[in-house]
């Protein structure tokens, strides 16, 4: 299957790249493209591709059969573009930052929404082990230090683009903004787009996963980091979630503890920038008047079984745990959230969420 990349920063460098070039016998890297053309030269030297600074010049000379989007901010123009152009997509998450962006889309059953955490091995094992038990209450906590501190030993290039070649970029970012938020102030912005949609997402995800979308956003706090603490009602049960930024922090810690009527299912996630990393999943349990707990510890890893669901949802047609459904309603609970957070008087689509 040919592929075509869009956004050669750490997503790429760190994961795809290397993924891709390990799973030769499913996918043919075909071009790719970068806003900084260094970084899509030093890309197409290494892979052997086409490179572009232009994703319209890409997207308009073809030659593949999807694109995978890893580009920093909103993805609902490219998305929609390589949509319109006949070509099945794998984007990173978010999806969009505005509804509107993401119900504009067309021809969408050959897309799908990058959150790999959904195919970890112990994601699914917990998946199976949690069938027939209702959630009782869903508890997730991030620890999430710099960037930095994540990717010390991966010698990622930054992209430097040039101001002129970003500002379209920026532009239309800040306009989707202003659909999703109104006039909300830039922190707000930042809280929505970098932390909730940037990162919480994952957890928005599993939370589908297990129980479905939240039914209520009941309570939300910030405070300096910036930290965040959700909590609300589930179909059945309950839900909390805390996302802290410590630059302090030793390494990413994302705990997500599924309480049932039988058991407690505690996964426990590494970096994501570290592949083949295990997640841990224990699993406990009472057998007779003894508590029994299992520790599942799988190396494969989350992102290429991801990209081997999404050669399925390409050559057989099989639907991805997220398609555009699915990445709407991330974005509307993301709203939920900062509706609470900024409360009554936030405009745009928020302020109906």
Known sequence: MKIAIVGLGVA????????????????????????????????????????????????????FDALVVLTAGSHGALVAAALERG?????????????????????????MVGYMKQYDPAVRRAVALLEGHAVRHLDVTVLHPTGEAQLAFARVRPSRPSPAALEPWLRADEE?????????????????SGVVLGSLSHD???MRTFSGPPATVEHT???????????????????SLRWHYLPGHPAYRETVSVHHEDGTLELVFPSPYLMNAPTVLTSSSLDG????RTVHRDVSEAFERQLEAFHALVTEGTPP????????????????????????SIGGEAHDA
């Open 12 to 63: 790429a460098q760190a994961i795809y790249l290397p993924l891709l070039a390990r799973r030769r016998e499913l996918f043919e890297v075909d071009a790719v493209c970068d806003l900084d053309p260094a970084q899509a030269e030093s890309a197409g030297r290494q892979t052997g591709a086409r490179w572009f600074s232009d994703p319209a010049a890409m997207l308009d000379h073809g030659g």
């Open 221 to 239: 706090a910030v405070w300096d980091g910036p930290s965040l603490e959700v909590g609300g009602a589930l179909e059945r049960g309950r839900y």
């Open 87 to 111: 070509l099945a997509v794998l984007c990173e998450k978010p999806l969009a930052y505005s509804q509107a962006e993401a119900r504009a889309l067309r021809n969408t059953a050959r897309l």
């Open 204 to 206: 928005l995800a599993l």
């Open 289 to 292: 008047t003894t508590e029994v």
């Open 321 to 344: 745990l997220t398609g555009l459904a699915g990445g709407l309603a991330d974005i509307v609970t993301a709203q939920k959230i900062i509706k609470s957070v900024a409360g009554p």
């Open 176 to 192: 989707a903004l202003d659909a999703a938020l109104g006039a909300a102030s830039a922190p707000i912005r930042s809280l929505y």
